[in-house]
Each structure stands twice: as C-alpha cells, then as structure tokens.
C-alpha cells in the first residue's frame, strides 16, 4: 500500500522503524457526513443530503473495513440507490486498481486506472494513505467519508426517510454500551492481527498476539451467555458492534491464523464465536457481501514481505452455512 504526497503517487510501505516495530496505522483524513437534511453532521462539512442515486462507495470485497459498507448497504436496502465499484484484491505497486482484467469492476464513474486517481481528483495536493472505503458524492464530486465506521452509521440512518427502513443498529440508548464494545475490538481484533501481522519486532508482535486472543477468550465467555454482543435490558439485540466484529472474524482461519500468524487458536475452536460467526453469515443478504477468493488474492498475493512466493493457499474449507444453533439465546 503506497501514499500520495502533495498529490504524487510514492510505492512506500509503513515505516516500523518509526515505531520500534509496531505497525500504526494512520486515521482518516476525511470526515463529513451524509445527513437526512443536509446539515453538517460530528465533523467535516454540511451540504451532503441524502439521496438516491447522488453517491458512490469505492471499496475492495477483500478488504475488512470495506465490508462493513456493503453490509449495511445490504441491511439497510440501499443497493437500488448507492451504487459501488470494486478494486482489484491485487494491490501492488499502484495501491488498489481497476484492472478488470484482475477482478475490478472497473471505475464507471471516471474510468480511472487506479484508485489513487479519486484521491486526487478529490484533492489534487491530497498526502497520506490511500485507502478504501471511500464514499463519494457525484452532485459534488468529491469525497464525502473515507472512514468505514463513520460510513456505516451514515447508511444506518441518513437514508430511512428514501428507503424506508428503519431498522437502526445503533440506538441511540445503546451508544455507549456499543462503543465500549467497539472501542475493545477495535484495538485488539479488528486492527490487533494487523499489529501482528505487520509487526517487524518480536516483542511488538507478541503484545498484540496477546491481546488478541485475550480478547477472543473474553468473547468466548459472552458469546456463550448471549446471542449478540449487546444487551438491550433482559435481551441481547444485533448492532453496528457485530457488524464490525464479523468482518474481522470471517476472514480470521482463511487468512489471519497463518498469513498473520495469529496461530493460538482458530475461530473454529471456539464453539461459540464460531456459531456466532455463522449466525451472522447467514443473516439475509450478507452472505453475498463475503468474496474469499479476492480475500485471499489479495493477503497472500499483495502481502509479498509476508509471503514472497505470493502462492495462494487452496484451503481452508469452511462451511458458513452449518446450523449455528444460537436462536435459543436470549
């Protein structure tokens, strides 16, 4: 993954040298908010009102905060009103491409060649990392959000009013409680295998190894008392908090176990975050969302200073579809 400095595209890797070894990795740069009305929402600017058809998400099928965006595209009945374009798993020397010659979808917005192209085209002197999801307004042309977990609460609530859905996997009376849920997993689960996986010390590498599977163990202990994450009084109810859970763990014995060396333990061998895993999977419209071809393309073949033969491995095979048996928990 490369970075554009005053809008000049550089093939540069983290520097861990930087940090002792420990990967870091940046925050995103751009933050407004699509809102039912218009109005500016957390950060970033106003002028961004829901609407059909008025804006785009970039994304990558491998990338795990990519999918957080198609799946509450799917929950949330916005595929007839946002539409999408898919890099390529390969990303090389140019970051993530449109080559539909190797998966893309292509970009039929501008027909760039690459996705540091949007980036620019946002922001011609644009510096810092160029990374995906990004959401796009095409009324304005230009980048609305490239921070996934503040896209998914825009596609949760901004657009009810247009679709109709109401379901909202963020009350407002859960906030805190998914919060603390999100702040944990964040740390150690969704970005503590990359801290592991790009760590290029042994001593940054175990810590993260450690609070991961920590952090497994304490999910074990919950998922076998309740369904979900979170509790809403005397039930546990489906949030934003499972969402951002689920597209680490799906991709965790395919990828993470061996490309990431995140060894200790499987998702398999923990009985109840495997049910987990599958109830979620199976709930309607994600299934279709989870591409382990481009999520395995794109480790093993991108991720050459891991894996310099760039050979994809076959297996694991993994059956998602398997009864989950998690319907009797409150």
Known sequence: MGLLVKGEWHDKWYDTDKSDGAFEREDAQLR??????????PSGNAGFRA????YHLYVSLACPWAHR?????????????????VVSPDMLDHGWTFDTGAGSSGDPLYHSDFMHQI???????????????VLWDKQQECIVSNESAEIIRMLNSAFNDITGNQQDFCPEHLKPQIDQVNERVYHTINNGVYKAGFATKTEKYEAAFSELFDSLDWLEERLTQQRYLVRDGD????????????????????????HFKCNLRRIEDYPAISGYVRDLYQHPGVAETVDFSHIKRHYYYSHDMINPTRIVPVGPALDFNRA???????
């Open 69 to 85: 965006t198609l799946i509450f595209r799917q929950l949330k009945g916005l595929a007839g009103h946002i539409g999408v374009s």
């Open 119 to 133: 980036y620019t085209r946002n922001k011609s002197d644009y510096t810092g990392r160029v990374t995906v999801p």
């Open 51 to 54: 609407e059909s058809g008025r």
């Open 324 to 330: 989950h048996g998690r319907e009797s928990l409150k």
């Open 235 to 258: 039930k546990s109810v489906l949030t934003e908090a499972d969402w951002r859970l689920f597209t680490t763990l799906i991709r965790f014995d395919a990828v993470y176990f061996g």
């Open 32 to 41: 407004s908010w699509v809102t039912a009305d218009g109005s500016a929402g």
